[in-house]
Structures are given as structure tokens and as C-alpha cells.
């Protein structure tokens, strides 16, 4: 294997991404894979959006082998022999050991084909606290120039003695592209300009790279901010394979040299924009300082994105040469299929379409159609945009969002792009046609779940039907039954003959028969009326005087709904009904609190019966067994991207089902290793987390899925009361995710919500840790007040 390298920011704790790349002279067939090796000291994301492909195409899944220290890229189309290139995210520590990367090519069979080994890493830069800001491009097209920006982001103070000095900053390009710039007013400053040099800052020599050239002394006082510039580039004919940019900070020069880029013996390498053709287009003007954020992710160079489902006219007739070839005439209204890839040679700037009701299909030309769009179409979200931006619409793939306004054609920064709202009418914003799925006509067209009513008493089934060769797998399930009584609304979920799956508000699901449920209907229909009885029912027990507790409640033998008793590690509940109330129990020390649970009326389960959130945390290998085992085949907790509802069917499981789960992972802190004798409840802990970096996206996520679960809740009805379920996760589930839930716990308090202490469900699994019993997590100093006040105005800035 020839040309094998890695690159990385080499500052501690500043996550980033780490780009691969190599020559190898096999090709593989699909079902291959690409084995790369890394120190275990530093941290690694590869799933899902942590992974940019860059050279490699098709579906490519990652799977993270962490305490093994490497991870592998499952290939399903051929890689072909030559240059090849992948990034994926990475954090490091403050020192590394044995800093060496390993790159195997293997085959379908698992054999090697290539290899390189002992690929040095970079050292760790240290005193620096210093990240490159994501890449914000134009619309573009080959051989055409285009405007590109990005900059440094200084993300604390630099020390008073001996602050590191930055001398040079470099700006690498890929192979083929080329800046524009002929003067130095052609590199405009976005936001706070960085001190430049007397006497000429800017060296554009060469045409692959730009080195501004900082002026020593006032560097040493940079403030914390953001520094944008932009400049203008030619776009290549071809993007070439290894499409990595590269911005890197030199420090000063013994001798009269010139820094040369990230392999500089002075240099910290920042950050790399990998990509797989080009940069999305920049919707919103290029002098446009409020610009922070952007996707980094690159789309098609062609004049138009068309989506499998939407209907095209013909512009023109079309034969074809041959079979295959769809046949056309002008007005002809085709369905597009699919749309071909760019990168394959044969497929480019072609579509396979479907004439009307006709079932004819074939190819046809793109420059032979037209669109007919209008603003209230109808689309399917794919793959969200990473990283997120506060004006990218954020949803979640599959989503039915409704378009607003198409992106002009003749517009460089709209083409390809709608504004477009998600159908609860809260967010709105940009998205690109790169991460739309499908099309649709209308919104008369939506198949979404339809709602019922319980129209008799029944106990959800496990499975569609119980038969003698399953009644053993059956009998596990009697302890966890749920009863469903009439007037109770469900969601459908699916059908299978006679039967239906329906689930609960509290995410619990099970079959019924379809008998037993009321006709279709897309929105849930409104609580049943029950006439009042004529006697009013006498209590139990008389109410309790002003200042004394609630009784508890009692059951009269042979009343009531059974209860039946569940045995959870080292704890228990009691199920009365399906709705769990829990007990105010405060955890100190090992005890855990028990939960009971009562019985919900009809008008409860259609509403609410008042404004309750209950926090829960747990860590991915620390739930339950089957939660732990899906989590280990795929890599293990820290970085296992485990479908969500896999991880709520084990809260169903544990007797905490959750409305929402949030994934508090995305805060790395290498330096925090001496706190880890606390639990998360520890305000340093606490604290490190509010300032982290990714603290502020990760708690606007947090605030779009909350909003989104109390709209739902609302639309049902106007109530006044209300109940959900907020589940935290990390690892292990005693530090990220505590901590996390502290957080919410005292903003959802702020707001107006009446919250119970966390239930920590991986309680029983916190080894080596002070249980939250220790003095410092017992009395935590006045300062956090401060540090959860200003995490509570964040949330309500966002």
C-alpha cells in the first residue's frame, strides 16, 4: 500500500476530524472492508454522521471494535484500485501512547489484500485551545469560480505567561482546485479581524495555498471568538479523489522559512473538510457575518437535484436508441424512479422514469424535462445535515416535512434548496435537496398512523396470535401484561390479518384484535364522555388536614386492577393499570427508590394529569442484558449507534418507559479523569459539562425534542396537566448522563414543571465511584447554582 497517512488535530479534548488516505493497486469486491487501527487513547466516532466518506462509494456502514483499538468500514460496492480517502471524527487526550494507525484491506472472505502498518500520528499540542470552523461554500460549478470561508475559533483565554504565538496560518487545497486571489482585499474578513503583519500579511504564491502571516505580538492577546475570512477558488472539472482541505497554525520560525503546511515541524493541524464532491451551497449571502455554522457535507456538481417520486414534464420527445430507453413525447408527465449518480460514468445526468399509469419505464435525459413544483409539496427527510446550524431545518429521517418555497434555478445560493417547516408548524429553515428522500405530491397523500379507541377490555399480546408452539415464549411476558380498557386511544403500528398492533402515549405496545378498535382515523379522537354517576363514590379515607401528608392508598380485596409485581435488579415496582407513578424517594448511598403505580382514568391517559417530567439516566451496557449484548456486537457503549427504539423497548422493559431519550455521549473530557471517583452529581463534573463545546448543540437537540412531545401532547386536547418521561444515556450511565439529567432537572424545574428526583437505572452498576454519598456531591458549593442558572437561559435562548 502506497502513500498511507492520517491526519488529525493534535489539541486535547477538541474533537475534530481525523482523515485517512492511501493507494492501493487491488480492487475489492463489494462485501469488503477497510481495517484501520488507532491508539486507544484517542477516541473515536465513526457512525452515522461522525463518518465522511469522502472517496468511497455507495453504503458504507462502521462498526467500532474500542477496547480491540480499531474500527472497520463495511463496504457494499467494489472499491477500486488508486487513491482512496475517509475521515472520521476524533477526539484526543493529553498524551498518547504507542501513536501509531494501521490501514487493512480485506476482502469479502476476510483475507487481506493491502496493508500498511506502523503509520505514525501526530504529537499533541498542548497550551492551544484552538478549533478551525466548519466550511461555508457557494453554489458552484466545474470550471467556474465560487467563494469559500472558514477560519480559527479561540475557545478559552490564553495563558497570561508564555500564551503559545501564532505566526502563520496556513490553508491547504485538494489536488486541481486553485484560489483567485490577486490581491488581498479579495480576502475578506467575516467577522473580528486576527492582527496581521506589518508590511505584507498575505502570500498567495502558490496556488494551492494561502499562508496570512500574523503579527507576533498582538496574537499573544487574542480574545475568545470566532475569526472568518473568505476568498474566492476555481471549482475542477473533476473533484479529485483526495478532496481533504487542511487549515493549520504554525508557530514562529527559527531561520527565515516559511511554514509549509500540516507535516511542519511547528505546525498544529486543525481541522480537514473531507468530502465526497462538493460542499453544499451557502443559501444566505457571502458577506454575511452571522454565519457560524454550516454543513460540511459536499453534494452533486449538476443543475438540478430531481427526487425518486416527484413527476416531470417532457420538454422535448424522446426515442432512444434502443430498448431501455423510455419513449417520450413533449407534455408527457413521467414519474422519476430513480435518479442517476454521478459517479458512475453511464447513469450521469440521466433519470429512470415511469410514463403515467402506463407501466412503460426506461431512461431518459435529464436536459429533456422540467419540473412542476409548487410550495405546498410534500417531502421525505433523509439524512439530517451534520453538524447542525441555526438555520438548517432539523428532522428526523423519514419525516414528512411540507416545502414552503423551491430554490431558484438561476439562483447560485438557493438552487437545490427549499425552505421548508416540519408539520407540527414549530421549526422551519433551509434544507438541502441532498438530504430530502422523497417526494410527494400532497399532503392528501400522507399515509401516516392512524389513531383508535379501545372499544372493549383487553390484555395486549406479545404476539398476533398465541399458538401452542409458542405458549412457553408466551408465559415470560405474563408479568409485564398490559390491560387496555374502552375509550382508551392508541396509535396503529402495524396489521396482520385479524390482528393489530397498537401502542400506548407511554410507548408500550402489544396486539389486539382489530375487532376490538374503532374505525381509522389520522388524528386521535377526542376523550370518550362518561354522564357523571348519580351518587358521587364515598373515599376510602377521609382527605388528609393542611399540613399533613397524603395517605397512601389502599385496595379493597377482589377491587381494583391487579397489581402485579416486578423484580428489577435490586429494586422493584408495583404495575396497577399501565401508568407508573413514582414514589418521591431521594437515592443517597446504595438505596434506590421503589416506584408504584396507579390506575389512569379514561380522560388521564387522552390528557394528563398534571405537569410532571421524570428524569431517568442509564448506560447502554448497564440497562439490561439485551440492551448490553446489541451494544457490545456494535462496538461497545461509547460510540454503538443503537436504534432508538431497541433502547426503548429495554426502558419498557425496566419499567420506565420514556417519551424522549437523549444520547449524552458527545461530551469527551480526557483531563476530567481525576473526577471519575464522583458520580455525575458532582458540580465539577457538572460544570465541565456546561462549558464543553458541545453543549450548546447538544441542548438545542434536547429542546427541539421536548418541544415536539409537548406539542403532540397538546394537539390531543386543551388540558391543563400534563406527564412525561425524559430518558439520559451514556456508557456506563453514571457520569455523562447524570450529569446531563442534573442539568434538565433544574431547567424543567424553572419552567414551571414539577420534577421528582432522577431515577438512575444503572444505579447497581456504579463500581468504583462515590454513589453520590461522598460530601462534595452531598453539598455541592453555591457556585453551581450560577452554572445551572446559565444553562437555564441558554434554554430558553435557543
Given at each position: 500500500?502506497?502513500?498511507?497517512?492520517?491526519l488529525?488535530?493534535?489539541?486535547?479534548?477538541?474533537?475534530?476530524?481525523?482523515?485517512?488516505?492511501?493507494?492501493?493497486?487491488?480492487?475489492?469486491?463489494?462485501?469488503?472492508?477497510?481495517?484501520?487501527?488507532?491508539?486507544?487513547?484517542?477516541?473515536?466516532?465513526?457512525?452515522?454522521?461522525?463518518?465522511?466518506?469522502?472517496?468511497?462509494?455507495?453504503e458504507?456502514?462502521?462498526?467500532?471494535?474500542?477496547?480491540?483499538?480499531?474500527?472497520?468500514?463495511?463496504l457494499?460496492?467494489?472499491?477500486?484500485?488508486?487513491?482512496?480517502?475517509?475521515?472520521?471524527?476524533?477526539?484526543?487526550?493529553?498524551?498518547?501512547?504507542?501513536?501509531?494507525?494501521?490501514?487493512?484491506?480485506?476482502?469479502?472472505?476476510?483475507q487481506?489484500?493491502?496493508?500498511?502498518?506502523?503509520?505514525?500520528?501526530?504529537?499533541?499540542?498542548?497550551?492551544?485551545?484552538?478549533?478551525?470552523?466548519?466550511?461555508?461554500?457557494?453554489?458552484?460549478?466545474?470550471?467556474?469560480?465560487?467563494?469559500v470561508s472558514?477560519?480559527?475559533?479561540?475557545?478559552g483565554?490564553?495563558?497570561?505567561?508564555?500564551?503559545?504565538?501564532?505566526?502563520?496560518?496556513?490553508?491547504?487545497?485538494?489536488?486541481?482546485?486553485?484560489?483567485?486571489?490577486?490581491?488581498?482585499?479579495?480576502?475578506?474578513?467575516?467577522?473580528?479581524?486576527?492582527?496581521?503583519r506589518?508590511?505584507g500579511?498575505?502570500?498567495?504564491?502558490?496556488?494551492?495555498?494561502?499562508?496570512?502571516?500574523?503579527?507576533?505580538?498582538?496574537?499573544?492577546?487574542?480574545?475568545?471568538?470566532?475569526?472568518?475570512?473568505?476568498?474566492?477558488?476555481?471549482?475542477?472539472?473533476?473533484?479529485?479523489?483526495?478532496?481533504?482541505?487542511?487549515?493549520?497554525?504554525?508557530?514562529?520560525?527559527?531561520?527565515?522559512?516559511?511554514?509549509?503546511?500540516?507535516?511542519?515541524?511547528?505546525?498544529?493541524?486543525?481541522?480537514?473538510?473531507?468530502?465526497?464532491?462538493?460542499?453544499?451551497?451557502?443559501?444566505?449571502k457571502?458577506?454575511?457575518?452571522s454565519?457560524?455554522?454550516?454543513?460540511?457535507?459536499?453534494?452533486?456538481?449538476?443543475?438540478?437535484?430531481?427526487?425518486?417520486?416527484?413527476?416531470?414534464?417532457?420538454?422535448?420527445?424522446?426515442?432512444?436508441?434502443?430498448?431501455?430507453?423510455l419513449?417520450?413525447?413533449?407534455?408527457?408527465?413521467?414519474?422519476?424512479?430513480?435518479?442517476?449518480?454521478?459517479?458512475?460514468?453511464?447513469?450521469?445526468?440521466?433519470?429512470?422514469?415511469?410514463?403515467?399509469?402506463e407501466?412503460?419505464?426506461?431512461?431518459?435525459?435529464?436536459?429533456?424535462?422540467?419540473?412542476?413544483?409548487?410550495?405546498?409539496?410534500?417531502?421525505?427527510?433523509?439524512?439530517?445535515?451534520s453538524?447542525?446550524?441555526?438555520?438548517?431545518?432539523?428532522?428526523?429521517?423519514?419525516?414528512?416535512?411540507?416545502?414552503?418555497?423551491?430554490?431558484?434555478?438561476?439562483?447560485?445560493?438557493?438552487?437545490?434548496?427549499?425552505?421548508?417547516?416540519?408539520?407540527?408548524?414549530?421549526?422551519?429553515?433551509w434544507l438541502?435537496?441532498?438530504?430530502?428522500?422523497?417526494?410527494?405530491?400532497?399532503?392528501?397523500?400522507?399515509?401516516?398512523?392512524?389513531?383508535?379507541?379501545?372499544?372493549?377490555?383487553?390484555?395486549?399480546?406479545?404476539?398476533?396470535?398465541?399458538?401452542?408452539?409458542?405458549?412457553?415464549?408466551?408465559?415470560?411476558?405474563?408479568?409485564?401484561?398490559?390491560?387496555?380498557?374502552?375509550?382508551?386511544?392508541?396509535?396503529?403500528?402495524?396489521?396482520?390479518?385479524?390482528?393489530?398492533?397498537?401502542?400506548?402515549?407511554?410507548?408500550?405496545?402489544?396486539?389486539?384484535?382489530?375487532?376490538?378498535?374503532?374505525?381509522?382515523?389520522?388524528?386521535?379522537?377526542?376523550?370518550?364522555?362518561?354522564?357523571?354517576?348519580?351518587?358521587?363514590?364515598?373515599?376510602?379515607?377521609?382527605?388528609?388536614?393542611?399540613?399533613?401528608?397524603?395517605?397512601?392508598?389502599?385496595?379493597?380485596?377482589?377491587?381494583?386492577?391487579?397489581?402485579?409485581?416486578?423484580?428489577?435488579?435490586?429494586?422493584?415496582?408495583?404495575?396497577?393499570?399501565?401508568?407508573?407513578?413514582?414514589?418521591?424517594?431521594i437515592?443517597?448511598?446504595?438505596?434506590?427508590?421503589?416506584?408504584?403505580?396507579?390506575?389512569?382514568?379514561?380522560?388521564?391517559?387522552?390528557?394528563?394529569?398534571?405537569?410532571?417530567?421524570?428524569?431517568?439516566?442509564?448506560?447502554?451496557e448497564?440497562?439490561?442484558?439485551?440492551?448490553?449484548?446489541k451494544?457490545?456486537?456494535?462496538?461497545?457503549g461509547?460510540?454503538?449507534?443503537?436504534?432508538?427504539?431497541?433502547?426503548?423497548?429495554?426502558?419498557?422493559?425496566?419499567?420506565?418507559?420514556?417519551?424522549?431519550?437523549?444520547?449524552?455521549?458527545?461530551?469527551?473530557?480526557?483531563?476530567?479523569?481525576?473526577?471519575?471517583?464522583?458520580?455525575?452529581?458532582?458540580?465539577?463534573?457538572?460544570?465541565?459539562?456546561?462549558?464543553?463545546?458541545?453543549?450548546?448543540?447538544?441542548?438545542?437537540i434536547?429542546k427541539?425534542?421536548?418541544?415536539?412531545?409537548?406539542?403532540?401532547?397538546?394537539?390531543?386536547?386543551?388540558?391543563?396537566?400534563?406527564?412525561?418521561?425524559?430518558?439520559?444515556?451514556?456508557?456506563?450511565?453514571?457520569h455523562?448522563?447524570?450529569?446531563?439529567?442534573?442539568?434538565?432537572?433544574?431547567?424543567?424545574?424553572?419552567?414551571?414543571?414539577?420534577?421528582?428526583?432522577?431515577?438512575?437505572?444503572?444505579?447497581?452498576?456504579?463500581?468504583?465511584?462515590?454513589?453520590?454519598?461522598?460530601?462534595?456531591?452531598?453539598?455541592?458549593?453555591?457556585?453551581?447554582?450560577?452554572?445551572?442558572?446559565?444553562?437555564?437561559?441558554?434554554?430558553?435562548?435557543?
Amino acid at each position: 500500500m502506497l502513500g498511507a497517512s492520517v491526519l488529525y488535530p493534535g489539541i486535547p479534548s477538541i474533537a475534530g476530524q481525523m482523515a485517512f488516505s492511501f493507494i492501493t493497486n487491488d480492487k475489492i469486491e463489494e462485501g469488503g472492508a477497510i481495517r484501520v487501527g488507532y491508539p486507544t487513547d484517542i477516541e473515536i466516532l465513526c457512525a452515522g454522521q461522525y463518518l465522511y466518506q469522502v472517496a468511497i462509494a455507495g453504503e458504507v456502514t462502521c462498526i467500532n471494535y474500542i477496547q480491540q483499538g480499531y474500527f472497520e468500514l463495511r463496504l457494499t460496492r467494489p472499491l477500486p484500485p488508486g487513491q482512496q480517502a475517509f475521515a472520521v471524527t476524533s477526539t484526543c487526550p493529553a498524551a498518547v501512547n504507542d501513536n501509531y494507525f494501521y490501514i487493512v484491506i480485506l476482502t469479502d472472505r476476510g483475507q487481506v489484500s493491502d496493508a500498511a502498518m506502523s503509520i505514525p500520528g501526530l504529537r499533541i499540542q498542548h497550551g492551544l485551545p484552538i478549533s478551525a470552523m466548519p466550511l461555508i461554500w457557494g453554489m458552484a460549478e466545474p470550471n467556474r469560480n465560487t467563494f469559500v470561508s472558514t477560519g480559527i475559533e479561540i475557545l478559552g483565554e490564553l495563558p497570561l505567561k508564555d500564551p503559545p504565538i501564532i505566526s502563520e496560518i496556513i490553508i491547504q487545497m485538494p489536488p486541481d482546485f486553485s484560489h483567485q486571489v490577486q490581491k488581498t482585499a479579495q480576502l475578506e474578513t467575516l467577522t473580528q479581524p486576527l492582527p496581521r503583519r506589518d508590511g505584507g500579511w498575505l502570500d498567495v504564491t502558490d496556488p494551492r495555498r494561502l499562508r496570512l502571516l500574523m503579527d507576533e505580538e498582538a496574537i499573544q492577546k487574542l480574545a475568545i471568538g470566532a475569526y472568518r475570512f473568505q476568498w474566492p477558488i476555481m471549482v475542477p472539472a473533476v473533484m479529485p479523489k483526495y478532496n481533504i482541505w487542511e487549515l493549520t497554525v504554525c508557530s514562529p520560525a527559527l531561520r527565515n522559512e516559511s511554514c509549509t503546511g500540516s507535516n511542519d515541524p511547528r505546525a498544529a493541524a486543525l481541522d480537514r473538510g473531507p468530502s465526497a464532491h462538493f460542499l453544499e451551497p451557502k443559501v444566505f449571502k457571502r458577506t454575511d457575518s452571522s454565519i457560524h455554522y454550516f454543513d460540511n457535507v459536499l453534494c452533486d456538481l449538476m443543475s438540478q437535484i430531481l427526487l425518486v417520486g416527484e413527476v416531470v414534464v417532457v420538454t422535448e420527445s424522446y426515442a432512444g436508441p434502443d430498448a431501455g430507453y423510455l419513449r417520450a413525447h413533449e407534455g408527457d408527465k413521467v414519474q422519476v424512479l430513480y435518479m442517476g449518480k454521478q459517479e458512475v460514468e453511464e447513469e450521469e445526468g440521466w433519470i429512470y422514469a415511469q410514463k403515467g399509469q402506463e407501466e412503460i419505464k426506461g431512461w431518459l435525459p435529464m436536459s429533456k424535462v422540467k419540473t412542476c413544483r409548487s410550495d405546498d409539496d410534500l417531502v421525505i427527510a433523509g439524512r439530517p445535515p451534520s453538524p447542525p446550524s441555526r438555520w438548517i431545518l432539523l428532522c428526523q429521517q423519514g419525516e414528512t416535512i411540507k416545502v414552503k418555497y423551491w430554490g431558484r434555478l438561476e439562483s447560485e445560493d438557493e438552487r437545490n434548496w427549499i425552505w421548508a417547516e416540519r408539520l407540527n408548524g414549530n421549526d422551519e429553515g433551509w434544507l438541502s435537496l441532498q438530504n430530502v428522500e422523497q417526494f410527494k405530491q400532497s399532503a392528501a397523500k400522507e399515509n401516516g398512523r392512524p389513531w383508535r379507541q379501545v372499544l372493549r377490555k383487553y390484555d395486549l399480546l406479545p404476539f398476533p396470535d398465541i399458538s401452542k408452539d409458542r405458549e412457553a415464549e408466551y408465559a415470560t411476558y405474563e408479568k409485564r401484561k398490559v390491560t387496555v380498557t374502552p375509550g382508551l386511544v392508541v396509535q396503529v403500528l402495524e396489521q396482520k390479518d385479524d390482528w393489530t398492533k397498537v401502542m400506548l402515549r407511554q410507548s408500550i405496545a402489544g396486539w389486539m384484535k382489530t375487532e376490538d378498535l374503532s374505525q381509522d382515523g389520522k388524528e386521535p379522537p377526542p376523550p370518550p364522555e362518561h354522564p357523571p354517576p348519580a351518587v358521587p363514590p364515598r373515599p376510602l379515607r377521609p382527605a388528609p388536614r393542611p399540613g399533613q401528608s397524603a395517605p397512601e392508598r389502599t385496595s379493597e380485596a377482589g377491587k381494583g386492577p391487579e397489581k402485579v409485581e416486578v423484580e428489577s435488579g435490586s429494586w422493584s415496582f408495583v404495575c396497577t393499570g399501565f401508568r407508573l407513578a413514582w414514589q418521591d424517594r431521594i437515592i443517597s448511598g446504595g438505596r434506590v427508590p421503589t416506584c408504584v403505580s396507579s390506575k389512569i382514568s379514561d380522560a388521564d391517559a387522552a390528557g394528563g394529569a398534571a405537569r410532571h417530567i421524570l428524569l431517568g439516566t442509564f448506560g447502554l451496557e448497564t440497562l439490561d442484558y439485551a440492551l448490553a449484548d446489541k451494544t457490545m456486537e456494535m462496538g461497545g457503549g461509547g460510540s454503538a449507534d443503537v436504534p432508538e427504539y431497541l433502547i426503548s423497548e429495554s426502558l419498557s422493559n425496566m419499567g420506565f418507559p420514556s417519551e424522549i431519550i437523549l444520547d449524552a455521549r458527545m461530551f469527551p473530557d480526557p483531563d476530567a479523569m481525576h473526577l471519575t471517583r464522583h458520580s455525575g452529581r458532582h458540580h465539577l463534573i457538572i460544570s465541565r459539562l456546561v462549558q464543553h463545546r458541545n453543549f450548546r448543540v447538544w441542548l438545542g437537540i434536547a429542546k427541539r425534542r421536548f418541544r415536539e412531545v409537548v406539542t403532540r401532547i397538546e394537539r390531543r386536547g386543551p388540558r391543563s396537566e400534563m406527564k412525561l418521561s425524559v430518558a439520559v444515556y451514556c456508557r456506563r450511565g453514571k457520569h455523562r448522563s447524570v450529569a446531563a439529567a442534573c442539568i434538565l432537572h433544574h431547567i424543567f424545574q424553572a419552567e414551571g414543571f414539577q420534577c421528582p428526583d432522577i431515577k438512575h437505572l444503572s444505579y447497581k452498576h456504579w463500581k468504583s465511584c462515590c454513589k453520590m454519598a461522598c460530601k462534595e456531591c452531598q453539598e455541592p458549593p453555591e457556585e453551581l447554582q450560577g452554572i445551572l442558572q446559565s444553562a437555564t437561559k441558554l434554554w430558553r435562548d435557543l
